[in-house]
Structure formats: structure tokens, C-alpha cells
């Protein structure tokens, strides 16, 4: 098999109430990767297009999207796998170029999340779960992920300062980020003081500090095969090895609640297919829509043994200085979760640390970078692993 590498890079802002349409949102992210590849529309052979379609107004978002971006005749698809569409999206792209039916190949990932209300989101959130034996109970994905954290809690002696720390680690690189949502600065204070909206209860332990926001935003990776790649990015950087792993989607069939199992598979996956060992990883993106799951993700991944977790963030290794700097571009807690464009924005931050174009940010001479993304509540699980 040829080599798969990463030609182009692209992100929207991450903002709350965008005011155009899922088009031109579409088209930010779109136009950021083509100028980063320094190619033409003409140069793509096919595009995949990537949302969570229950937020969108427009059905059959792809072939919309493939016409405003100047796509057509080229072939378009459509990827949902929830919050992590469109890293599910780059490992279909990656597929389509290892066999050959296409050379070179867009994903692009959108979400509009303001296109509807936020009670209106929160409902569909819980329709994520099975709509026939869970969601009708009112199941909402802070609750979800509270259980995890109660379940971790429990099992590792974890506490609500632990998390409280992770979050305060987003919003110090959230700060840099001009493409986050959230550039505040949060401290571990907040979290103590009653009067900061950071320490207000959401789902027990999870305060609003703990949580992600919606956002509209979008992304778009070029991926091309190994000639095209060399014919034109100057940094090449590849695809090393892809994970993706699924669980049953109502959690009374799950087994462990310390953990999402779906991301420890997929990243035994992906290691296996790299040759390495989370000992070589130099700079990751995990997927922390809420605190307890980057610190489920440290572990999952072998950055740390299970229920050592909370000793990585209280030792600041997973800051940029770190041993295994984690998030240093904010993460969702600062950046937002369009969820369409998440995974493609995650990407983005790995193959920037990659190339050493990532600012503020940049991790010292990374070799090899991880990104993990998650959707719904560890119903599905993607790990793809890029080197230089």
C-alpha cells in the first residue's frame, strides 16, 4: 500500500450564532485548506462531507455543499457518525485513496448548531441515544457523561478539583486560540466561589466549568496519495495509522464506566497499524466535551494507567511543556463543538504541531501526533495517528 499524507488544512472560527447560511460556513473552512495546499477545486477528485444532520435544515447536505465549493461533476459523500463525522470522514477519504478510485480527496466538516434553540439541541443530543429504550427518559449528554465521571470517581478516588484542573489547562492555550469561542481565562478559584457561573451545577459532579459549549464552525483536510503529496505540500505530513471501534449505544449494555472502550480499542488500532507505543506520541487532541472524558482519554490511550489520570493533569504533564501535551489549542471546553467540524478541526491543530506552524502553541519538535475524537457517549471511536 502507498502512503496517505495530509495536503491541506483548514478552520472556521469557532463562534456562537454565525450569521450566514451552513454554505458559507462551509466555505471558511473549505477555502482555509485549499490556500494551506495551494491547489484548485479542479485538483480534487471527490469530497465528503461531514455533519450531524438532525441540526441541519438542509437535507442532503453534501451534494449542496459540493456545488457551492465548486465540487460537481466530482463525486461527493455524506459521513454522520455523530460528534466525530468528520475524522470517520478522513478515514472514508483515506480508504478511497488506498484503493485507488480516487487521488485526491476534501473532507469537510460543518455544524450551524444555532440554526435551532438550545432546548431544541438538547433534545436531539438525547435522541443520540437509542430513541426507544433510553432517550424517552429524558437522557441528555451532560447527565451521560456525570455517569462516567461517578462511575471514575468511585472506582479511582477522582475528585471535582481533579477535573476542575483539566479545564483550567484548556482555557490557558483557549486564551491564544483565535479560533476558539471561549478566550477567557478560567481558574481553579472559580470553580470554589459560588458566585462564578464556572462552579454552577449541571449534572452531579459536572459544573458548567466542566462542560463544552455549542458553537458553528467547520473544517476541511486534504488528503491525497503518496505522488500527489509529494507534488505538492512542502511539509508533508501522514496518516501513520487509523482506529475506529464501536459499542452498543444504551449503556445497561455496558460493562465499564471508568472508561469509554470504544476509544481504548480504536487506539490500540491505530497503534498496532503505526509500530508504535503511546510512549512515542509527542502531542495529542483528545476529544473533552466534558472534563471527566480527556481525563478517561489519558488513560485509554496508555498516556497513563488507569486511575493515574488525574496525577498526569495534577503534574502539568499534559501542558505544552508536559510529557504529553494534550489539548494545547483549548480543546472543545475552549474552542466549542460544531460537531460536524470537530474531528476536522482536531486534525488541523496535529498537522499544524507537525509542520511547526502552530504559533503560540507549538510543541517543541513533535514527531508524531494523535487524534482522538468520540461520538455521542462513546458510541463510536476514531484514533488516527499522523507523522511527519
Not at 435544515?57 to 465540487?71: D, I, N, P, T
Not at 476558539?180 to 481565562?185: D, F
Not at 510529557?323 to 466549542?336: A, F, R, Y
Request: with cysteine; hydrophobic share 35%; glycine share 12%.
Amino acid at each position: 500500500m502507498g502512503k496517505v499524507g495530509v495536503i491541506g488544512v483548514g478552520q472556521s472560527s469557532f463562534v456562537r450564532g454565525y450569521p450566514g447560511s451552513i454554505k458559507e460556513l462551509a466555505f471558511e473552512g473549505f477555502s482555509d485548506a485549499l490556500k494551506d495546499a495551494n491547489i484548485k477545486t479542479t485538483d480534487i477528485a471527490a469530497s465528503v462531507v461531514c455533519s450531524s444532520p438532525e441540526y441541519d435544515k438542509q437535507r442532503s447536505a453534501a451534494g449542496v455543499m459540493a456545488e457551492y465549493l465548486g465540487l460537481t461533476p466530482q463525486p461527493t459523500f455524506y459521513v454522520e457518525t455523530l460528534c466525530s463525522s468528520s475524522s470517520t470522514g478522513v478515514k472514508v477519504a483515506y480508504s478511497l485513496i488506498e484503493s485507488g478510485l480516487h487521488d485526491v480527496v476534501a473532507v469537510v466538516g460543518f455544524q450551524k448548531m444555532s440554526e435551532i434553540t438550545s432546548a431544541e439541541s438538547q433534545e436531539r443530543m438525547g435522541r443520540g441515544a437509542d430513541i426507544q429504550w433510553e432517550s424517552p427518559f429524558g437522557t441528555m449528554m451532560p447527565a451521560y457523561y456525570a455517569m462516567y465521571a461517578q462511575g471514575h470517581m468511585a472506582k479511582y478516588g477522582t475528585t471535582p478539583d481533579d477535573l476542575a484542573l483539566i479545564r483550567v489547562k484548556s482555557s490557558t492555550y483557549g486564551q491564544i486560540n483565535d479560533r476558539a469561542v471561549y478566550r477567557k481565562p478560567v481558574t481553579f478559584e472559580m470553580f470554589k466561589d459560588p458566585k462564578s457561573p464556572m462552579s454552577n451545577p449541571v449534572a452531579s459532579p459536572l459544573r458548567v466549568g466542566d462542560c463544552c459549549a455549542n458553537a458553528d464552525g467547520s473544517s476541511c483536510i486534504i488528503l491525497a496519495n503518496e505522488e500527489k503529496t509529494k507534488q505538492f505540500a512542502k511539509k508533508p505530513v501522514w496518516i501513520r495509522g487509523i482506529g475506529a471501534a464501536s459499542t452498543t449505544v444504551n449503556l445497561a449494555g455496558r460493562d465499564v464506566f471508568s472508561g469509554l472502550t470504544a476509544g481504548e480499542m480504536a487506539g490500540a488500532e491505530a497503534y498496532k497499524m503505526a509500530g508504535i507505543t503511546p510512549q512515542h506520541i509527542d502531542v495529542a487532541e483528545v476529544h473533552d466535551c466534558f472534563t471527566i472524558a480527556e481525563m478517561m482519554a489519558y488513560e485509554n490511550l496508555g498516556f497513563a494507567k488507569p486511575g493515574e489520570g488525574k496525577d498526569l493533569i495534577k503534574s502539568k504533564e499534559t501542558y505544552k511543556e508536559g510529557s504529553i501535551p494534550v489539548n494545547v489549542d483549548g480543546g472543545l471546553l475552549s474552542k466549542g463543538h460544531p460537531i460536524g467540524a470537530t474531528g476536522g478541526s482536531q486534525i488541523r491543530t496535529i498537522v499544524l504541531q507537525l509542520r511547526g506552524e502552530a504559533g503560540e502553541m507549538q510543541v517543541k519538535d513533535p514527531e508524531f501526533g494523535l487524534v482522538h475524537n468520540i461520538g455521542g457517549v462513546g458510541l463510536y471511536g476514531n484514533v488516527t495517528i499522523f507523522g511527519r
